[in-house]
């Protein structure tokens, strides 16, 4: 299956500072998306992106697919932007089907 | 309208019995995952149901592991004669054509094998 490399796996930011998620997967994909697990172990959908780019407020995400990566941004960062970033991909020509996770970035971020 | 539901919410049950996770997919959509985050971990694949194919079963760690789906909607993941290794979170997804193949989960079952 598809290997999916998140880095960095830990960070650790002030309040206001703004950061830079990346995730390389090691083949073509037709799906990627972004997803922020809550501290209450939710997975929250941020962005369905197996290409080009996107924003929604303070995040914003890239996704360059011939070049095998992906970019999540954070402005502005706020204490409840904490929690475990992961990124997931889907390979193959199906429209559905099962998603390939990588392992995350835990990201703290301190008032 | 109503996201996707699991149930029980935390299971507590003793080493070499069996469990049933439940999960209530996204009204109409045709595809149903499960997946299990084992601590401090990252989502391990185990099943997917899409409409009436055959199941994707690759992800399931043994024959004590089963799924199945009643009437395209509902699914229920059982675990026969649980192991202390089992425990995991246990997470449900459900996606369709018309919200653009995303993936949308459920708040998950918390299961401890004792």
């Known amino acids: 299956g598809i290997q999916v490399e998140q880095s960095p796996p830990d960070l650790i930011l002030q309040e206001g500072a703004n950061s830079t998620l990346r995730c390389n997967f090691s083949?073509?994909?037709?799906?990627l998306q972004w997803f922020h697990q809550n501290p209450w172990g939710q997975l929250i959908n941020l962005f369905y992106?197996?290409?080009g780019t996107k924003q929604n407020g303070r995040l914003s995400a890239t996704t360059v697919a011939t070049e095998r990566y992906s970019l999540l941004y954070i402005s502005s960062s706020q204490t409840t932007d904490s929690g475990v970033y992961f990124c997931a991909v889907r390979s193959g020509g199906s429209t559905l089907g099962r998603l390939y996770f990588g392992r995350g970035t835990q990201l703290t971020v301190w008032p | 309208g109503a996201g996707v539901s699991q149930s029980p919410s935390n299971k507590v049950t003793e080493k070499g019995k069996d469990v049933e996770l439940r999960c209530d997919p996204i009204s109409g959509h045709t595809a149903l995952y499960w997946y299990r985050q084992s601590l401090g971990q990252g989502l391990e694949f185990l099943i997917y149901f899409q409409g009436n194919s055959a199941p994707d079963k690759s992800g399931l760690p043994s024959d004590r592991f089963s799924a199945e789906r009643t009437g395209g909607s509902v699914s229920t993941l059982t675990i026969q004669r649980t192991q202390q290794e089992d425990s995991a979170v246990y997470l449900c997804a459900s996606s369709s054509m018309a919200s653009k193949e995303t993936q949308y989960f459920g708040p998950g079952t918390r299961l401890l094998v004792l």
């Open positions: 992106i197996p290409s």
């Open positions: 083949d073509s994909v037709n799906n």
